[in-house]
């Protein structure tokens, strides 16, 4: 067998960013730990790990690169706002979202529909619309914290206190209205978050699929089963209210079409469809993106680094439970953190691999600035290289994976985790196995023949 040799990582052309950090972890200079050490938290829905507080989802990604948005390809960086437009009024130097009138009364409608299943009735549904949806003095080329108190400002001089009043939730009553805390509360709540689902009432109830049942460690305890009750939570929103998560209202900047009644005799019906005019208005149904772990980035950062907490149903897991649980939810889970936990303890940054038939990727620093180096298929044996394997494959998925690797740019790696055939399952049942666990990395690269002749003939 050859000894593998070391390809340097292929570097990308175009780097947007800087790198900050391997991990989302602070250091000061004695190489410890600062005393300001942050706790993250996720939570466990549908078994899918979920961090929801946009602070934690920046830190999160952006030192370590780990997890990914829901609604990106990478980066949470989702915004509503319209490619085209933000460059075409790129002079107004603002960071307010730019859509079109035309997406902007598809989010009213949305606003309408769910009111409409929320129980509300048509006349209280276009009172709540029509206040809430209405245009706003907007600074254009201004800062948005210079923006926002000057619009609040301009608000309460022109007699629309009544209208401040709602958007932050105070009590005072215009004549012929509701409680306005609960029109906020149906408008706030009216944003879509991909992790809520509707019951057969047309009320919206947050999905959380109970956890399997898993010993807990010494004391035999399972796990709780509570999940969504249908009896309860048919009555109740289940939507994290707008405020826990960010701003209260979320102001966006619609291009209209504007007709001035001077210039109506004068000027031809043309000249008038193309004066168009941002107005600045509140987005009643709100886009929320989550960052999105993999069971193995979960784990390593609660176990490895320690800075994550998970919950289900409010209350945190523990690392055995969590070890337990992720073992029910994806089978093949000890096996792959394992390699995991191996390769980000050496600098890589793996990601799973599913694009290319194999089981990680390996990134130097993280996907912004250079390409995979190796793609990993994982295996579990024993001292004699024996047992049961995940992907046994014949020579001919073997070749073909292989070329599929080299057709882009990566090298295919066979990476064995040996165990000690004296290990029981028992002890598989703690992450405190892998203190025995040994690893052997195979590179896997196609014999050419025509290469192979020509070496034999320069020597």
């Known amino acids: 067998m050859a000894e593998a ?6 570097r990308k052309r175009r780097v947007y960013e800087n790198y900050e950090s391997p991990f989302p972890i602070s250091f000061g200079r004695s190489c410890g730990p600062k005393k300001d050490f942050k706790i993250f938290r996720a939570e466990m829905i549908n078994n899918n790990v979920i961090v929801r507080n946009g602070e934690d989802i920046e830190q999160l990604y952006g030192k370590g690169y780990f997890g990914k948005g829901i609604l990106s390809r990478s980066r949470p ?3 509503i706002s319209d490619p085209k437009l933000v460059a075409k009024w790129k002079d107004m130097k603002t960071d307010m979202p730019i859509i079109t009138s035309k997406k902007y009364q598809r989010s009213v409608e949305w606003a309408t529909k769910l009111m409409r299943r929320q129980g509300h009735t048509e006349e209280t549904v276009h009172r709540i619309l029509k206040d809430y949806t209405k245009p706003l003095e907007h600074p254009g080329v201004k800062r948005n914290d210079e923006r926002h108190s000057e619009m609040v400002s301009k608000m309460e001089g022109t007699g629309d206190r009544e209208n401040l009043s709602v958007m932050n939730g105070d009590s005072g009553k215009p004549e012929g209205w509701e409680d306005p805390s609960k029109q906020l509360d149906c408008l706030q709540d009216s ?16 999905v959380a699929a109970p956890l399997p049942h898993v010993l807990c460690g010494k004391q035999d305890a399972l796990l709780p089963q509570c999940g969504a009750q249908p009896e309860d939570s048919s009555h109740q929103v289940g939507l994290t209210c707008a405020r826990e998560r960010g701003p209260a209202d979320e102001y966006v900047l619609v291009e209209e079409a504007v007709c001035d009644v001077s210039e109506t005799e004068d000027a031809p019906s043309e000249e008038l469809a193309q004066k ?3 107005i600045c208005r509140r987005n009643p149904y709100r886009i929320f993106e989550y960052l999105q772990l993999s069971l193995e980035e979960a784990f390593f950062l609660v176990y490895a680094l320690g800075c994550l907490s ?3 149903d409010k209350e945190p897991l523990t690392i055995v439970k969590l070890w337990q649980v992720f073992t029910t939810v994806q089978p093949t889970f000890r096996t792959t953190y394992m390699a995991y936990h191996y390769f980000r303890s050496k600098g890589w940054v793996p990601k799973v691999g599913l694009k290319y038939g194999t089981d990680l990727l390996l990134y130097r620093k993280g996907p912004p600035f250079y390409h995979a180096s190796y793609s990993v298929i994982i295996e579990l044996v024993d001292d004699h290289f024996e047992g049961s394997l995940r992907r046994p494959f014949s020579w001919k998925s073997l070749a073909a994976l292989s070329r599929v690797s080299v057709n882009v ?15 029981t399952d028992e002890e598989m049942e703690s992450p405190e196995c892998m203190k025995r666990i040994k690893v052997q990395e195979v590179i896997l690269s196609r014999w050419v023949s025509s290469r192979e002749r020509s070496d034999q003939d320069e020597l």
């Open 276 to 278: 168009k005019k941002l």
């Open 77 to 79: 960086n989702f915004t």
């Open 310 to 312: 998970i919950y289900y």
């Open 5 to 10: 040799v070391f390809r340097a990582p292929k």
């Open 409 to 423: 740019s990566k090298e295919l790696m066979l990476c064995y985790l040996i165990k000690p055939s004296t290990m």
């Open 191 to 206: 944003g879509h978050d991909p992790l809520i689902a509707h019951d057969l009432d047309g009320h919206m109830v947050e």
